[in-house]
């Protein structure tokens, strides 16, 4: 669980509860047995909310084609009635099971894909399935009447106790849909949504995460579909996996606000009715205005508030009402680990041969180095030299045409980008990748998790490295609110908090002034007597002749010279590459 | 005899996918600038083609004010007129919504923006194919030209086996490549279609430059709309539409984007003519509920294997 997940969640049950047993108290007042329907289909589109929201708001998966699930589900259960005469109290499990692994058969292909052509793909399955089983001859599938059995049969005469269910099983998406945010899961879900490299480098599989959420959101959607089918009685393709079934999750959750528990809820309790009254009140006198009205409004709240409902209302009025819970965190340094110190230890990275091409550019050119235990080593050299394009291929964002790299022996070629955090390299970048909606503490908790340490472990190393680097005192603070150097410290606790042995630190001091320069290589300087070995790429030569080493010069993808940075220095091919054959021959003449 | 009718059947069917399909490819055109190069997520590129349908429709049939061109010149003058008038409509959209949702306000910002888009064109979607049953009823309509049932033969080729061309999807297919070129070389060789470009492609650095990137954005949006459009107007003469056609073919043109490589013009209409093609010789093969499962198949398949498109280049960087 995360830092303050027991009082979230004490809050959100105690409002879930509250909530449901108004709104039953609600319905069963009601005695218009459409109004009673409308109030069955608002928790069943507000479950399917949910479910998109955990895929799509959470994991930031933009999913455009979400009906595949929440049909599955509905078909399931029907089919399943009409020719095994399966009870659907068993069915919309067994759908449920069904969508769960049709997440894995669409994610494993589709989780390919990135961004806009992700999106997309979702776009396609549903409309592929609604054209196979039309032309399998399921245009329209009614339920069979049980007159005998009813209530094993999930049959009501009373449509009050489908809303009933409904909302136990809406609630019951809620509370998971709770778990998730405040556990692990959630936290690598939300990491993934802002910077999926960066949780990828913090050690996170952004893969296995994503495909876990789909499979939730896959057997959660097909619940609500099942139950869909259920109430309705009515099964047509169109009214499962049309267009505008894949549309409806996507615009409760927008609409009641995005990654939030209950913005799906919101958005279903007033966009539900409101559609449903619309058609019964307009439908009739102007066919078609009833979608002019509900589009008009959808279009004017998404204006007013971007975010949805529930985070326009909450900036507005709660901001100082609910406080992220500030962590206390101990001011004091945290205890050294103490590590035999000096140079020319171990060897503990080494190179050899690597190279890495672009079409015909050799970015990266038979490089050779190693990293002795406990010391730092400055990779340097001019714009276009291929030093980042080094760091991708050691920590896995690229791929190594020919070479070897080994951790202490162990091959980084070959590996994921978060395996080869598991294995003790920590990463920064060169432009910084946080996460900006997320507290610090929790930016660098990511780096924690992704080492795969337990809760306790990991906030307590998490709380150790922001000490370490000096934050301890902004854990609580949203990252976006951060200076450029402290993100720069972020971005170091992040990679410390996993304990690594090897840092890659990508230009840590590009943007900063001299002071702000200084206070970072102070705490370069202090890492490196706890016994931390750093590879670190700069270009400002004054800095790392403060810090490193040992120098590894490169220059169009090779190693131009390596050895003591006094040495480097006046190295007259070095002095060529930084500042032209010019300036050599005046200062030679 | 057998043979004949087969050989006969295969050249029809192509013949109709390269018609059907360069209709296609100016239709993916308009949506091409719009999500391919603006990156603006718009799902309400099928109702543009609706209206374009029906602003030709009201130009050239009944009273229109283009009813004197007659069947044989109005119904291609009326899809080409349909353009500007939707580039009008789609100006206004972007500078009264899209741009709300889009461009610079979004650009860096969590998602892009596309949350917003999606819920935006969403809603405009929704008024624009009930808005249209509202004014122009729910009777199938089409822009009746004599030519849609004449046809040019070619052959016999072999044995009795004969193409038929038909004249209206001749004509559309023609206009459809002359507008799709001319669209093609405004981009490629004026300021106007630099300043576009530029202004899609970097809208910070565009800014620096001097572009207005508001009115660029504005104008792509636009230029996309009136594209579609001008498709759709085309469309109208060999084909029967309602207000809702918008929601069988927005598939199709996301389809042809991503088949061609987004971000590129030309890339986006080889994916239309490709997505026509696949969908005109399926009916060679699969009955006619299951051509437009094919398309999509033919979609994922390409998506998964080349996501850069089949005529685009990856230009991602880590």
């Given at each position: 669980?995360?830092?303050?997940?027991?009082?979230?969640?004490?809050?959100?049950?105690?409002?879930?509860?509250?909530?449901?047993?108004?709104?039953?108290?609600?319905?069963?007042?009601?005695?218009?047995?459409?109004?009673?329907?409308?109030?069955?289909?608002?928790?069943?589109?507000?479950?399917?909310?949910?479910?998109?929201?955990?895929?799509?708001?959470?994991?930031?998966?933009?999913?455009?084609g979400?009906a595949s699930f929440f049909g599955i589900g509905a078909y399931t259960v029907t089919l399943?009635?009409v020719y095994?005469?399966?009870?659907?109290?068993?069915?919309?499990?067994?759908?449920?099971?069904?969508?769960?692994?049709a997440?894995?058969?669409?994610?494993?292909?589709?989780?390919?894909?990135?961004?806009?052509?992700?999106?997309?793909?979702?776009l396609a399955y549903p409309l592929a399935i609604l054209y196979v089983l039309q032309y399998l001859g399921f245009q329209e599938v009614s339920f069979?009447?049980?007159?005998?059995?009813?209530?094993?049969?999930?049959?009501?005469?009373?449509?009050?106790?489908?809303?009933?269910?409904?909302?136990?099983?809406?609630?019951?998406?809620?509370?998971?849909?709770?778990?998730?945010?405040?556990?692990?899961?959630?936290?690598?879900?939300?990491?993934?949504?802002?910077?999926?490299?960066?949780?990828?480098?913090?050690?996170?599989?952004?893969?296995?995460?994503?495909?876990?959420?789909?499979?939730?959101?896959?057997?959660?959607?097909?619940?609500?579909g099942?139950?869909y089918a259920?109430?309705l009685?009515v099964l047509t393709p169109d009214s499962v996996f049309g267009i505008l079934v894949s549309?409806?999750?996507?615009?409760?959750?927008?609409?009641?606000?995005?990654?939030?528990?209950?913005?799906?809820?919101?958005?279903?309790?007033?966009?539900?009715?409101?559609?449903?009254?619309?058609?019964?009140?307009?439908?009739?006198?102007?066919?078609?205005?009833?979608?002019?009205?509900?589009?008009?409004?959808?279009?004017?709240?998404?204006?007013?508030?971007?975010?949805?409902?529930?985070?326009?209302?909450?900036?507005?009025?709660?901001?100082?009402?609910?406080?992220?819970?500030?962590?206390?965190?101990?001011?004091?340094?945290?205890?050294?680990?103490?590590?035999?110190?000096?140079?020319?230890?171990?060897?503990?990275?080494?190179?050899?041969?690597?190279?890495?091409?672009?079409?015909?550019?050799?970015?990266?050119?038979?490089?050779?180095?190693?990293?002795?235990?406990?010391?730092?080593?400055?990779?340097?050299?001019?714009?276009?030299?291929?030093?980042?394009?080094?760091?991708?291929?050691?920590?896995?964002?690229?791929?190594?045409?020919?070479?070897?790299?080994?951790?202490?022996?162990?091959?980084?070629?070959?590996?994921?980008?978060?395996?080869?955090?598991?294995?003790?390299?920590?990463?920064?970048?060169?432009?910084?990748?946080?996460?900006?909606?997320?507290?610090?503490?929790?930016?660098?908790?990511?780096?924690?998790?992704?080492?795969?340490?337990?809760?306790?472990?990991?906030?307590?190393?998490?709380?150790?490295?922001?000490?370490?680097?000096?934050?301890?005192?902004?854990?609580?603070?949203?990252?976006?609110?951060?200076?450029?150097?402290?993100?720069?410290?972020?971005?170091?606790?992040?990679?410390?908090?996993?304990?690594?042995?090897?840092?890659?630190?990508?230009?840590?001091?590009?943007?900063?002034?001299?002071?702000?320069?200084?206070?970072?290589?102070?705490?370069?300087?202090?890492?490196?007597?706890?016994?931390?070995?750093?590879?670190?790429?700069?270009?400002?030569?004054?800095?790392?002749?403060?810090?490193?080493?040992?120098?590894?010069?490169?220059?169009?993808?090779?190693?131009?010279?390596?050895?003591?940075?006094?040495?480097?220095?006046?190295?007259?091919?070095?002095?060529?590459?930084?500042?032209?054959?010019?300036?050599?021959?005046?200062?030679?003449? | 005899?057998?043979?004949?009718?087969?050989?006969?059947?295969?050249?029809?069917?192509?013949?109709?996918?390269?018609?059907?399909?360069?209709?296609?490819?100016?239709?993916?055109?308009?949506?091409?600038?719009?999500?391919?190069?603006?990156?603006?997520?718009?799902?309400?590129?099928?109702?543009?083609?609706?209206?374009?349908?029906?602003?030709?429709?009201?130009?050239?049939?009944?009273?229109?004010?283009?009813?004197?061109?007659?069947?044989?010149?109005?119904?291609?003058?009326?899809?080409?007129?349909?353009?500007?008038?939707?580039?009008?409509?789609?100006?206004?959209?972007?500078?009264?919504?899209?741009?709300?949702?889009?461009?610079?306000?979004?650009?860096?910002?969590?998602?892009?923006?596309?949350?917003?888009?999606?819920?935006?064109?969403?809603?405009?979607?929704?008024?624009?194919?009930?808005?249209?049953?509202?004014?122009?009823?729910?009777?199938?309509?089409?822009?009746?030209?004599?030519?849609?049932?004449?046809?040019?033969?070619?052959?016999?080729?072999?044995?009795?086996?004969?193409?038929?061309?038909?004249?209206?999807?001749?004509?559309?297919?023609?206009?459809?490549?002359?507008?799709?070129?001319?669209?093609?070389?405004?981009?490629?060789?004026?300021?106007?279609?630099?300043?576009?470009?530029?202004?899609?492609?970097?809208?910070?650095?565009?800014?620096?430059?001097?572009?207005?990137?508001?009115?660029?954005?504005?104008?792509?949006?636009?230029?996309?709309?009136?594209?579609?459009?001008?498709?759709?107007?085309?469309?109208?003469?060999?084909?029967?539409?309602g207000?809702f056609i918008g929601l069988d073919y927005v598939i199709i043109?996301?389809s042809?984007?991503?088949?061609?490589?987004?971000?590129?013009?030309?890339?986006?209409?080889?994916?239309?003519?490709?997505?026509?093609?696949v969908q005109?010789?399926s009916a060679?093969v699969l009955p006619p509920q299951l051509q437009n499962a094919a398309i999509f198949v033919v979609f994922l398949?390409?998506?998964?294997?080349?996501?850069?498109?089949?005529?685009?280049?990856?230009?991602?960087?880590?």
């Amino acid at each position: 669980m995360r830092v303050g997940a027991h009082t979230r969640l004490r809050r959100g049950g105690l409002a879930l509860a509250l909530v449901a047993v108004v709104y039953l108290i609600a319905a069963s007042q009601v005695t218009n047995s459409y109004y009673q329907l409308i109030l069955s289909l608002v928790p069943i589109w507000a479950l399917f909310g949910v479910s998109w929201n955990l895929l799509s708001g959470y994991g930031g998966q933009l999913s455009f084609g979400h009906a595949s699930f929440f049909g599955i589900g509905a078909y399931t259960v029907t089919l399943a009635l009409v020719y095994l005469d399966l009870t659907p109290w068993l069915g919309i499990p067994l759908g449920a099971l069904v969508g769960a692994a049709a997440g894995i058969v669409i994610g494993i292909p589709t989780f390919r894909l990135r961004g806009h052509y992700f999106a997309l793909a979702m776009l396609a399955y549903p409309l592929a399935i609604l054209y196979v089983l039309q032309y399998l001859g399921f245009q329209e599938v009614s339920f069979p009447m049980h007159r005998e059995h009813p209530l094993y049969y999930l049959e009501f005469s009373d449509q009050r106790l489908y809303t009933l269910l409904a909302v136990i099983l809406l609630a019951a998406g809620l509370v998971v849909s709770m778990l998730v945010e405040n556990s692990r899961f959630g936290l690598a879900l939300m990491a993934i949504r802002q910077n999926e490299l960066a949780a990828e480098a913090g050690g996170i599989d952004s893969w296995r995460w994503k495909m876990r959420v789909l499979v939730m959101s896959g057997a959660i959607a097909a619940t609500a579909g099942g139950l869909y089918a259920c109430v309705l009685l009515v099964l047509t393709p169109d009214s499962v996996f049309g267009i505008l079934v894949s549309a409806q999750p996507v615009v409760v959750t927008l609409f009641g606000g995005v990654a939030s528990i209950w913005g799906p809820v919101i958005g279903a309790a007033i966009l539900v009715p409101l559609a449903e009254s619309l058609n019964a009140e307009l439908g009739n006198i102007i066919p078609g205005i009833q979608g002019v009205v509900y589009g008009a409004a959808i279009i004017l709240i998404m204006l007013a508030s971007p975010d949805g409902l529930f985070w326009t209302v909450r900036d507005r009025w709660f901001r100082r009402a609910l406080p992220e819970p500030a962590p206390v965190l101990p001011a004091t340094t945290p205890v050294r680990q103490v590590v035999q110190h000096g140079h020319g230890g171990t060897e503990l990275l080494r190179v050899e041969g690597l190279s890495r091409s672009f079409g015909g550019l050799r970015a990266v050119s038979e490089v050779s180095f190693s990293v002795a235990e406990g010391e730092i080593l400055g990779i340097i050299g001019p714009n276009g030299a291929g030093k980042t394009t080094l760091f991708n291929v050691l920590n896995g964002v690229l791929s190594a045409d020919e070479g070897v790299a080994a951790l202490d022996g162990q091959s980084m070629l070959g590996r994921k980008v978060h395996q080869v955090c598991r294995m003790g390299v920590g990463r920064t970048f060169q432009v910084v990748r946080s996460f900006p909606r997320l507290p610090l503490l929790d930016n660098v908790i990511v780096g924690a998790y992704g080492a795969g340490l337990p809760d306790h472990a990991a906030v307590e190393a998490a709380v150790g490295a922001l000490a370490r680097v000096g934050l301890h005192r902004q854990a609580g603070s949203a990252a976006g609110q951060l200076t450029n150097k402290q993100l720069r410290l972020m971005e170091l606790a992040r990679a410390l908090a996993g304990r690594p042995r090897l840092l890659l630190l990508d230009e840590t001091l590009a943007g900063l002034g001299r002071e702000e320069c200084d206070e970072v290589l102070d705490v370069l300087q202090r890492l490196r007597e706890d016994g931390m070995t750093i590879a670190i790429i700069e270009h400002t030569m004054h800095a790392m002749m403060r810090i490193a080493d040992r120098f590894v010069v490169l220059d169009h993808g090779r190693v131009l010279a390596s050895g003591l940075p006094r040495d480097v220095v006046e190295d007259r091919a070095v002095i060529e590459a930084y500042l032209g054959s010019k300036w050599l021959a005046r200062q030679n003449a | 005899m057998d043979l004949e009718v087969l050989i006969e059947n295969v050249l029809n069917a192509l013949a109709a996918g390269i018609t059907i399909g360069c209709i296609y490819g100016l239709m993916c055109i308009g949506l091409g600038l719009i999500f391919g190069i603006m990156r603006i997520v718009n799902f309400a590129q099928g109702e543009l083609l609706m209206l374009g349908m029906y602003a030709s429709l009201y130009l050239v049939t009944g009273g229109g004010v283009l009813a004197f061109l007659g069947p044989y010149f109005g119904p291609f003058v009326g899809a080409l007129c349909a353009g500007p008038i939707v580039f009008a409509g789609g100006a206004l959209l972007h500078r009264f919504l899209i741009s709300r949702v889009s461009g610079l306000r979004t650009a860096g910002s969590l998602d892009d923006g596309h949350f917003g888009q999606l819920i935006i064109t969403l809603g405009i979607s929704l008024i624009l194919q009930n808005g249209g049953l509202i004014l122009f009823g729910s009777t199938p309509e089409a822009v009746r030209t004599p030519l849609a049932s004449r046809a040019f033969e070619l052959g016999p080729i072999y044995g009795d086996a004969t193409v038929f061309l038909n004249k209206a999807r001749l004509i559309a297919c023609a206009v459809a490549i002359v507008t799709a070129i001319t669209l093609y070389l405004v981009l490629e060789y004026t300021r106007l279609g630099k300043s576009l470009r530029a202004a899609a492609d970097n809208p910070t650095a565009a800014t620096y430059m001097g572009i207005d990137v508001d009115r660029a954005y504005r104008i792509a949006f636009a230029l996309g709309c009136g594209i579609t459009a001008v498709a759709g107007g085309l469309m109208a003469t060999y084909l029967s539409f309602g207000p809702f056609i918008g929601l069988d073919y927005v598939i199709i043109m996301y389809s042809g984007v991503v088949l061609g490589g987004m971000g590129s013009i030309l890339g986006a209409f080889w994916g239309g003519l490709t997505v026509g093609f696949v969908q005109q010789c399926s009916a060679l093969v699969l009955p006619p509920q299951l051509q437009n499962a094919a398309i999509f198949v033919v979609f994922l398949l390409i998506v998964m294997l080349r996501p850069q498109g089949l005529f685009g280049r990856s230009a991602e960087r880590a």
